[in-house]
């Protein structure tokens, strides 16, 4: 099937209609936004009377914000008019929706559609939540919702439910000021951030703010935060391979031949960490330092001599 005999649906990842899809008609146009009359009705605050309208036209499919209030988003950018493709994703309002091919749906009339989405609908309002927008993090990996919730300037506590624990990341204004893992206090918030961009699965949910004060608040964008993160993540990976297990027991060498003048200060330090805590893992989560550059001089260390995998 070519390009531009797909038959295209847009995928609600999160917000109102979560986990319906909207199937798109060639030469055809849908208008999002709060007014009852419209295709895609999204009763909220954030979204305008007529906020967006789709079209497709000739194969292409072309968003455009209908000088919306608060903006329509694509893949975490402001937009006034684009051409999108698949796997895109949209924020307008708190619904996050996905450019999906596949032909489920789409043989549906308009109204057909509308009814089905209502009904996706009709069943989430049924379980009501103070959460103001919910997902899964395959469906929208954690930086670029992160980023979308930095563009569009989004306040509250987005939490991140995975099998390597609950992270917390606080945004006030799009702006990330504070993170923890597990309510831990022992890992500092930027470790705690770096650490979550690597999960892939589980779920998220931005609740309400919480303004409890917090002992020091992150000074960085949200935007050098993440270039940072998946810098220190691609080198992570890098390295991963010659690291010991998690729960490997480091020692000093013995007899002790290479010199201690030879290390840099944050060798040395990692040096004490080994000999006061010796597990990898605590060593990871004792240093203020990042995973990454704690590892690299663990690496370093066990490739210098200076300490031992039991």
Do not use: C
């Amino acid at each position: 099937m070519s390009e531009s005999t797909l038959a295209f649906s847009l995928r609600f990842i999160s917000g109102k209609y979560q986990g319906g899809e909207f199937p798109l008609q060639p030469d055809r146009e849908i208008v999002i936004g709060r007014s009852s009359e419209l295709d895609v009705v999204l009763v909220e605050d954030m979204v305008s009377r007529k906020h967006a309208r789709i079209q497709t036209t000739d194969g292409q499919i072309v968003i455009q914000d209908l000088g919306s209030t608060n903006g329509t988003f694509v893949n975490g950018e402001k937009v006034k008019k684009m051409a999108l493709k698949e796997g895109d994703r949209i924020l307008i309002g708190t619904s996050i929706i996905k450019l999906v091919t596949g032909d489920e749906g789409a043989a549906l009339s308009p109204e057909a559609a509308r009814q089905k989405l209502e009904q996706t609908g009709n069943r989430r309002a049924a379980a009501p939540t103070n959460k103001t927008m919910t997902g899964a993090i395959e469906e929208i990996p954690l930086p670029d919702l992160m980023q979308l919730l930095s563009t569009s300037r989004k306040s509250g506590v987005l939490t991140v439910r995975s099998d390597h624990g609950v992270g917390k990341l606080f945004k006030r204004k799009g702006a990330l000021y504070h993170a923890n893992i597990d309510e831990s206090t022992t890992v500092p918030a930027r470790k705690a951030i770096f650490r979550m961009l690597t999960w892939t699965q589980g779920t998220f949910e931005l609740e309400a703010p919480d303004e409890t004060p917090v002992a020091e608040e992150l000074q960085e964008s949200t935007e050098g935060l993440l270039m940072e993160g998946m810098r220190q993540l691609d080198e992570m990976t890098r390295i991963q391979p010659d690291l010991p297990a998690p729960g490997a027991q480091l020692a000093l060498a013995t007899p002790l031949e290479p010199l201690l003048r030879e290390l840099t200060p944050p060798q040395l330090d990692t040096l004490q960490s080994i000999i006061n805590l010796s597990q990898l893992q605590q060593i990871l989560d004792k240093r203020a330092r990042s995973d990454y550059e704690t590892a690299q001089a663990i690496l370093d260390l066990i490739q210098k001599n200076y300490i031992v995998v039991r």
